[in-house]
T-cell receptor, first 113, second 111 residues
Framework: EPEVTQTPSHQVTQMGQEVILRCVPI?????FYWYRQILGQKVEFLVSFYNNEISEKSEIFDDQFSVERPDGSNFTLKIRSTKLEDSAMYFCASSLIRQGGYTFGSGTRLTVV | DQQVKQNSPSLSVQEGRISILNCDYT??????FLWYKKYPAEGPTFLIS?????DKNEDGRFTVFLNKSAKHLSLHIVPSQPGDSAVYFC??????????FGTGTRLTIIP
């Protein structure tokens, strides 16, 4: 069964450093998403991406965050200057159609120290 | 922001019996509802969804019921199996924009 692949599975970074979280969505999918889950809290929407542009973003997704689909297969989330409160599990997801259940990746655990 | 609530953090059910997971929402604009299952160290896995024009959707052992007047949905799993032990999240969206998730219910199936 096709899957969404995320790398790395765990990233530790120092506060103030830039991180890039990588995702390979399912190959024929058209809609791409990032969500995150801070330990003990809800899964929260960050951003959706379609047709090479952001279609929606949450208030969490401020100027420190950016997304890119640099080639036909990768979808990346960049955090420019990490803060302690960015520590969370980050999930990438993709879908073929707008309505329906997304396929989520296994997540990247980001720890900011 | 408590637009989607799962008031039971945990639920234990004997194998073979019915598991009923509940979810309440406050935003009347939600028109699409989903249930996801999550194992530790994995991403959420889509289980079943329902549009607001329906009140029931069934897929194998899983049935989702929607009561729009009560702003309540539930997931029924019957019969429950040990592999169903996981955290279950309900989620909702408006015109399939971003998903708003509940806090999850940990379901434990007792053999």
């Amino acid at each position: 069964e096709p899957e969404v692949t995320q790398t790395p599975s765990h990233q530790v970074t120092q506060m103030g450093q830039e991180v890039i979280l990588r995702c390979v969505p399912i190959s024929n999918h058209l809609y791409f998403y990032w969500y995150r889950q801070i330990l003990g809290q809800k899964v929260e929407f960050l951003v959706s991406f379609y047709n090479n542009e952001i279609s929606e973003k949450s208030e969490i997704f401020d100027d420190q965050f950016s997304v890119e689909r640099p080639d036909g297969s990768n979808f990346t989330l960049k955090i420019r200057s990490t803060k302690l409160e960015d520590s969370a599990m980050y999930f990438c997801a993709s879908s073929l159609i707008r309505q329906g259940g997304y396929t989520f990746g296994s997540g990247t655990r980001l720890t900011v120290v | 922001d408590q637009q989607v609530k799962q008031n039971s953090p945990s639920l234990s059910v004997q194998e073979g019996r019915i598991s009923i997971l509940n979810c309440d929402y406050t935003n009347s604009m939600f028109d699409y509802f989903l249930w996801y299952k999550k194992y530790p160290a994995e991403g959420p896995t889509f289980l079943i969804s329902i549009s607001s024009i329906k009140d029931k959707n069934e897929d194998g052992r899983f049935t989702v019921f929607l009561n729009k007047s009560a702003k309540h949905l539930s997931l029924h799993i019957v019969p429950s199996q040990p592999g169903d032990s996981a955290v279950y999240f309900c989620a909702a969206s408006v015109r399939n924009e971003k998903l708003t998730f509940g806090t999850g219910t940990r379901l434990t199936i007792i053999p």
